[in-house]
């Protein structure tokens, strides 16, 4: 048990910081057994005028201070104080510098926070409070400091010295050390540091901005991953052009560098000038990526260079700002997929993400508002909500304003605050400002935590020719936050005729018309809007794109629904439609599970998916994401009570009733898409080809027969590329055909064993194995030799698979499920917190479940809450979920 209780952070709190950093010189001297950082600060009070100086706190944590200087005079012990978080002194003028020497151990830095050891590579993590862990400083994103670095370390084991901004020199010092010396001209808050020395490979490109500068781009990566930067190489390329197209930026710097670490807490960081990326998210080759992993490369380059401008050049005054940089950047990124993909099957993946993850977020015990009112630890909130809600809440606003418009008000936004450290009012009042709006009450979004539902009903009147929708709207209570006011909700839709054809939209007290789609703004808790000139009963197509991110409740019946699939001239809400009416026919048989009836599956769920895969005409990728039932987590979050066991049972029952009743086309189709033999490529129509084929591989291997067996093996061994050889593994792993599984698994490790990437997916696709017995067999992979519970990836893909993929055996009746991986969280809390917390999630989804289930999960909990030592990351999140 944690003797003190860590303090809570609030927003109210918030006050300017009380001295600037002007400029700040970093020397490091980096050593196998330690390192030392020599800063020197040019310093000055924040006030006007002649009142008495206050006390300067600097921040700093496990720090061995050497020295500190102000003015160049050497300060006796006496005049300064030090503590656990702190150094606090008293300035005597109103300018000033002040050098202090710390000495640190990166190589025992477990937490991948400040300055570590990643193999032989020294980097840095500074976002969001890493740099007090190098030296004392004024850490918090509104002081931000002209950088200069100098890094100095033995040649042969760090030819390379790397850091923010351009290089200004370099040379060599006697006994085999280097240095070399970077200035950033930008001034930037500490979070956004960053440094690098290894032997590291250099992958050399140039891009010519659109005023015609021209930029050296670099990927730096181990030697043995030469080959294997093109892709993301690629993405740079197109995120930086695109950038320049959609919203008119300019990168700024003559260099921008990517450098990959294998031990890396999250995707990737975007320090000025010198991105650090989690390998997973830099490498990308055919041969050892899958699809999934070549458009997360993507989609992460883009983000991490989006940030440039969008939290880079406009940073966040303090951290409960998080999402004005976050939710921004990914909805610049979520754009930057649809334009280089298909938009349509981009939207369905990022709704499928929100819907069964960030929603579940908003029901538990960790939800907050998109701007949190208070915080324990700053790192347990880099969320779903702040992230993929954070960019939905941007999304709304661009549906409201219109592209036109929103552009507007960006370009006024970064004009305006360039330099400078904001808030998401900011965001807003520029987004106002540039347009004439009021959007007042729109920013509810970012107050109000938890998932509006929105309840819709309809009337028809043929005497009137009137079609009626009652929208009602409400918000359920989440912690801290009774009740809720009414939100603005931007709800796109149209009204179909009986053929599915849009029909004309005028609305009551208008007098123009609003075209065959339209995007109605509801307000009010309960609202009317009446269209008129409405000559037969319509269909309504609602929340079209999924226009907000809300749980919408309209009456549809199974054929409405069916209807909707086959004819709704909007692709995202065929695939709603027909998801809907599967979350539907599963809902309606898990009850008829638990009543212990037998299961008949509804033929038009068939009948949709078999009119799907006989329609050529459809892109491959939404038949895929059709074919694709509601995910097993999805299920959980819309139950009241979720029935894990029932859920898993008739999920994989309905799978198997499609694969037996649609085997014939299945395997048309299958035949038909083709291998791609030796020639790979990663745009989206090959991509989405594999997608399908591999999800009817998937189907068929369902049936059993000894025809999928021998397609899946050899596809499996003839594959050339990772996503199909992996599609079949997957296949192979959750078959009963033990003698082939087991072959194919040997084989996999056998020839994969100097890729860690690789290795991941191996860990991963037995780890989230439903089949019995998970539980022994993720014990069986822990001790397996490629397995270290320090690299936050192999964490991921054991733990974190079994805990979020398999649920029904870490759901598993007996609670050991629970308790393997709460085990796991106490020895992660030693080595490395935020990993510990976010593998506490699925532990803290508690009250979704039975009574026997909820008494096992809040006991390890509670378990996990009396450990020694416990990190202020694990306590947040255990404290707050058991209240
Ligand atoms: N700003 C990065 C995410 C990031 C956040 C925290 C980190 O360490 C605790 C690392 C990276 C992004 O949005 O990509
Ligand atoms: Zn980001």
């Known amino acids: 048990m944690r003797t003190e209780q860590p303090t809570t952070i609030h927003l109210t709190d918030y006050k300017q910081p009380d001295y600037l950093i002007d400029e700040t010189h970093l020397t490091f001297e980096l050593f196998e057994d330690h390192a030392l950082v020599h800063s020197r600060l040019a310093m000055r009070v924040n006030a006007d005028g002649e009142g008495a100086l206050p006390p300067l706190v600097l921040h700093g944590q496990e720090l061995m201070l050497q020295s500190v200087k102000l003015d160049d005079q050497s300060l006796a012990a006496d005049a300064y104080q030090v503590d656990e978080n702190s150094l606090t002194l008293q300035p005597v003028a109103r300018e000033f510098e002040l050098a202090i020497t710390t000495r640190i151990e990166p190589q025992n830095n477990t937490a991948l926070e400040g300055l570590y050891k990643s193999g032989g590579m020294f980097c840095t993590q500074c976002e969001a409070e890493g740099f007090r862990k190098i030296t004392y400083y004024l850490d918090r994103p509104d002081v931000m400091s002209r950088f200069t670095t100098t890094v100095m370390a033995k040649r042969d084991a760090y030819p390379v010295l790397l850091s923010n901004g351009n290089l200004i020199t370099s040379g060599e010092h006697e006994g085999g050390r280097h240095w070399a ?46 080959e294997q930067c093109g892709h993301a190489m690629d993405s740079l390329k197109r995120s930086m052009r695109w950038d320049e197209d959609v919203y008119g930026r300019e990168y700024d710097l003559d260099i921008f560098m990517i450098v990959a670490v294998n031990d890396f807490n999250m995707g990737a960081m975007e320090n000025k000038g010198l991105n650090i990326f989690n390998s997973s998210c830099v490498l990308a080759h055919p041969d050892t990526a899958t699809d999934a992993a070549f458009q997360r490369v993507e989609a992460v380059v883009a983000h991490e260079y989006f940030h440039n401008w969008s939290g880079n050049r406009v940073t966040c005054r303090d951290w409960f700002q998080l999402s004005l940089k976050e939710g921004f950047t990914v909805f610049r990124d979520a754009e930057f997929n649809a334009d280089m993909n298909s938009r349509t099957v981009k939207r369905i993946e990022d709704v499928t993400f929100l819907r069964a993850n960030q929603f579940a977020e908003d029901a538990g015990p960790m939800a907050h508002p998109v701007r949190p009112d208070s915080f324990i630890e700053i790192s347990n909130f880099y969320t779903l909500t702040i992230y993929e809600k954070g960019a939905e809440v941007v999304r709304m606003l661009h549906t409201l304003l219109g592209a036109e418009r929103f552009r507007k008000g960006t370009d006024l936004y970064f004009d305006r605050h360039d330099g400078q450290a904001v808030t998401c009012d900011d965001f807003i009042a520029a987004l106002e400002d540039a347009n004439g709006v009021d959007f007042t009450q729109f920013k509810r979004w970012y107050s109000q935590a938890g998932t509006p539902v929105l309840q819709i009903d309809s009337r028809y009147d043929a005497a009137t020719s009137t079609f009626q929708l009652l929208c009602r709207q409400s918000c359920p209570a989440t912690p801290g936050q009774p009740e809720k006011q009414p939100f603005v909700i931007p709800m796109r839709m149209a009204l179909l005729d009986g053929e599915g054809r849009e029909m004309p939209l005028q609305l009551a007290g208008e007098d123009q018309g609003r075209g065959t789609e339209t995007v109605l703004a509801v307000t009010e808790a309960e609202q009317l809007f009446v269209f008129e000139n409405v000559t037969e009963e319509p269909l309504p197509s609602l929340l079209r794109e999924f226009s907000a991110p809300v749980k919408l409740v309209y009456p549809y019946s199974r054929d ?324």
């Open 181 to 226: 010396t970077w200035e950033d001209p930008f001034p930037k808050p500490a979070y956004l540091f960053a440094l690098v020395a290894g032997d590291l490979y250099r992958i050399d490109d140039s891009f010519t901005t659109m005023s015609g500068r021209e930029v050296e781009l670099r990927i730096y990566v181990e030697p043995e991953n030469r």
């Open 560 to 883: 409405d629904r069916v209807f909707l699939a086959m004819h709704d001239p909007d692709g995202f809400n065929r695939w709603e439609a027909a998801q809907s009416l599967a979350v539907d026919v599963l809902q309606g048989l898990i009850q008829i599970h638990q009543a212990g009836r037998p299961l008949l599956l509804d033929q038009r769920l068939l009948e949709v998916h078999r009119a799907v895969l006989e329609d050529t005409a459809l892109d491959a990728a939404m038949v895929a994401e059709i074919l694709r039932l509601p995910s097993e987590a999805y299920l959980i979050e819309l139950a009241e009570v979720a029935d894990v066991d029932a859920i898993h049972h008739v999920r994989e029952w309905v799978r198997r009733e499609l694969a037996t009743g649609l085997t014939e086309v299945m395997w048309t189709r299958f035949r038909q898409l083709g291998d791609d033999g030796s020639s790979y490529s990663a745009d989206a129509e090959s991509m989405a080809r594999r997608s399908l084929r591999n999800t009817l591989l998937g189907y068929l291997m369902l049936t059993e027969s000894s025809e999928s067996l021998s397609a899946c093996v050899q596809q499996f061994v003839e594959a050339g590329n990772m996503t199909d050889r992996q599609a079949a593994l997957v296949a192979l792993v959750n078959s009963p055909h033990e003698q082939q599984k087991q072959a194919a698994l040997d084989e996999f490790a056998q020839r994969w064993s100097d890729y860690p990437l690789v290795m991941d997916q191996w860990f991963g696709i037995q780890a989230s194995s439903p089949l019995p017995g998970g539980l022994e067999r993720v014990q069986a992979l822990m001790s397996h030799a490629a397995f270290n519970i320090r690299n936050p990836n192999k964490v991921r893909a054991v733990i974190g698979a079994f805990a979020n993929q398999n649920l029904a055996n870490f759901h598993r009746a007996d609670g050991e499920g629970y308790r393997f991986v709460a085990d796991q969280i106490i020895e992660l809390n030693r080595l490395n917190p935020q990993i510990a917390s976010r593998m506490l999630t699925p532990l803290t989804r508690w009250r979704k479940f039975d009574a026997s289930r909820q008494a096992l999960m809040k006991a390890e909990l509670t378990r996990i809450l009396a450990c020694e030592d416990l990190s202020a990351d694990v306590y947040e999140v255990v404290s707050k979920s058991l209240a």
